[in-house]
């Protein structure tokens, strides 16, 4: 995560304005708005303003993360949610462990595929040199 900005130092406990969120975490102001159409997020609305806490932090923290590891936006949402369940923190790490395990599969998977893709376009290019050099 980048190091908090200037501003999001000033005031360390909040709130912060969309323009401070944005900065701290490098995402456009437009990517805040749509997390936030999402129901992911729940700024504190005055007026226009849309005001950010704690909270409203820590969960794009959440979302950010899961988005860097290739969750889709569904699969976020239900583990941020399972935070707020009766269960709390237990049933949001299991869920996310069975996720991860699902992300690594698949990553794995794919990881085979190129491999062998790389091995099959290495051997065609070896028989395009082979016939190349054999025209003179």
Same mark, same amino acid.
């Given at each position: ?43 504190? &609305? ?10 409203? &932090?820590?969960?794009?923290?959440? !979302?950010?993360?899961?988005? &860097? ?6 699969? !976020? ?29 698949? %990553?794995?998977?794919? &990881?085979?595929? %190129? ?5 099959? %376009? ?9 016939? %190349?050099?054999?025209?003179?």
């Amino acid at each position: 995560m980048p190091s908090p900005s200037p501003a999001s130092t000033r005031a360390a406990d909040g709130p912060w304005t969309i323009a401070e969120v944005a900065e701290e975490f490098g995402v456009t102001h437009r990517a805040v708005r749509h997390y936030e159409e999402l129901g992911l997020i729940h700024p504190e &609305r005055r007026g226009t303003q849309r005001v950010y806490h704690r909270r409203d &932090r820590t969960r794009l923290a959440l !979302i950010l993360r899961g988005r &860097r590891l290739g969750f889709p936006l569904d699969e !976020i949402r239900t583990i941020i949610d399972l935070y707020d369940a009766p269960r709390g923190r237990r049933s949001q790490l299991e869920y996310v462990l069975a996720q991860i395990g699902e992300r690594r599969d698949d %990553l794995e998977q794919k &990881r085979h595929d %190129l491999d062998a893709t790389l091995t099959e %376009l290495e051997d065609f290019e070896s028989r395009c040199r082979a016939d %190349l050099a054999a025209l003179g």
